[in-house]
């Protein structure tokens, strides 16, 4: 059974920094994965989704890494804005059309 | 830019009683998925839905729910006898190809099923 985990559940940082989000899944054998960004009370957003053949794939200040083999991606945010909090998800593809998630990383920017 | 839409945004409900929860998704979709988030916990996936017929579900989506498709543009949610565990955000979602594909799923906004 397809296990996503996310570490750091949270983390508080200051306008500007460059931070990374890491996501592990326990099965490797995955279609795509997923990066969603979710405000309070809200839908789900798509930010990038990489197909398993792919290793990356970047948007604006958003660069996300995929290692299929050892069942890691990062998610690096450049030059952070406040706007930019938010609880960030990572969701697995595999075997089937549902997506798999993991539990979040909240963000904070402080101005 | 064409979104998933959902009613209502907010539902009280009693213990025992029926809902319907309601999605509208993007026009040109042919896969259609509802997912719930209980408060604090993971997004789990509840069902999928193609060419109107359940193509997976998951073992939460017991005898006590139910999907429809029943017209061409609504994708509804039933559950028959609400329980206090089913309270949660109630998200649906569509996209073009299914399982395999490079299409995203597009989320709706979400319902927020609140159950006394």
């Known amino acids: 059974k397809q296990e996503v985990t996310q570490i750091p559940a949270a983390l508080s940082v200051p306008e500007g920094e460059n931070l990374v989000l890491n996501c592990s899944f326990t099965d490797s054998a995955i279609y795509n994965l997923q990066w969603f960004r979710q405000d309070p009370g809200k839908g789900l957003t798509s930010l990038l989704l990489i197909q398993s053949s792919q290793r990356e794939q970047t948007s604006g200040r958003l660069n996300a890494s995929l290692d299929k083999s050892s069942g890691r991606s990062t998610l690096y945010i450049a030059a952070s804005q406040p706007g930019d909090s938010a609880t960030y998800l990572c969701?697995?593809?595999?075997?089937?059309?549902?997506?798999?998630f993991g539990k979040g990383t909240k963000l904070t920017v402080n101005p | 830019e064409p979104e998933v839409t959902q009613t209502p945004s907010h539902q009280v409900t009693q213990m025992g009683q029926e809902v319907i929860l309601r999605c509208v998704p993007i026009s040109n979709h042919l896969y259609f998925y509802w997912y719930r988030q209980i408060l604090g916990q993971k997004v789990e996936f509840l069902v999928s839905?193609?060419?109107?017929?359940?193509?997976?579900k998951s073992e939460i989506f017991d005898d006590q729910f139910s999907v429809e498709r029943p017209d061409g543009s609504n994708f509804t949610l039933k559950i028959r006898s609400t329980k206090l565990e089913d309270s949660a955000m109630y998200f649906c979602a569509s996209n073009r190809v299914g399982a395999g594909g490079t299409d995203t799923q597009y989320f709706g906004p979400g319902t927020r099923l609140t159950v006394l």
């Open positions: 969701a697995v593809e595999g075997g089937s059309e549902k997506l798999v």
């Open positions: 839905f193609y060419n109107n017929e359940i193509s997976e």
